[in-house]
């Protein structure tokens, strides 16, 4: 079972509040992700780490950063919310090799935070 | 177009009937190919994986490849009420950054 958590699960929060969703994973995965999924929708990959102090944007532009200063981190912070912001908010991470589980990309996620901008 | 189409569904049947769930891509480089299963407000988790073209079994589930049709499948026998839930398949290049790209999502629901 994936050791990857997603803290805080749900989140209502008024528009221009700052607000950081925590990622954290005890597998020692040396990569780790971003996605956001709305209700029915498809994940689109928004943020992607290879390593500690390494970050790029995915395919959906966001307004969100990332940081990676510890490799077991990678929290992701929006420094004005606004509504168009509501969303699930999924972390997920990989190990470069594979293993018994499954080969080297498996992905495994976090259970994801719903975050609500009124 | 998409690396990866899927159906988007929602796709519904019995209790006890037998699902296949489809995926086809374009990119020749894929090598493994992954079906994960997302429950409503949860992450996704990984159901099963196979290298290559073939099956793979595990219990009510089977994965099968065709290369050559750049086609996969997920079959689930005896679906159960539990097998409800939002089904993702994904493919690696096994190697190279970003090597790992999801479908969009094909949603099961199982009527008891």
């Known amino acids: 079972e994936a050791d990857i958590y997603q803290t805080p699960r749900y989140l209502v929060i008024g528009t221009g509040k700052k607000i950081t969703l925590e990622c954290s994973q005890t597998?020692?995965?040396?990569?780790m992700y971003w996605y956001q999924q709305d209700p029915g929708m498809e994940l689109h990959l928004i943020h992607y780490s290879y390593g500690v102090n390494s970050t790029e944007k995915g395919d959906l532009s966001s307004e969100s950063t990332v940081s990676r200063i510890r490799t077991e981190h990678f929290p992701l912070t929006l420094e004005s919310a606004r509504p168009s912001h509501t969303s699930q908010y999924l972390c997920?991470?990989?190990?470069?090799?594979?293993?018994?589980?499954?080969?080297?990309?498996?992905?495994?996620f976090g259970p994801g935070t719903r975050l609500t901008v009124l | 177009q998409k690396e990866v189409e899927q159906d988007p569904g929602p796709l519904s049947v019995p209790e006890g009937a037998i699902v296949s769930l489809n995926c086809t891509y374009s990119?020749?480089?894929?090598?493994?190919f992954m079906w994960y299963r997302q429950y409503s407000r949860k992450g996704p988790e990984l159901l099963m994986y196979?290298?290559?073209?073939g099956n793979k079994e595990d219990g009510r589930f089977t994965a099968q490849v065709d290369k050559s049709s750049k086609y996969i499948s997920l079959f689930i026998r005896d679906s159960q009420p539990s097998d409800s839930a939002t089904y993702l398949c994904?493919?690696?290049?096994?190697?190279?950054?970003?090597?790992?790209?999801f479908g969009s999502g094909t949603r099961l629901q199982v009527q008891p």
């Open positions: 196979t290298y290559s073209s």
């Open positions: 994904a493919m690696s290049r096994g190697t190279g950054r970003r090597a790992l790209t």
């Open positions: 990119n020749s480089a894929f090598q493994y």
């Open positions: 597998m020692g995965h040396d990569k």
């Open positions: 997920a991470s990989s190990e470069l090799a594979g293993g018994p589980a499954g080969p080297a990309d498996t992905q495994y």
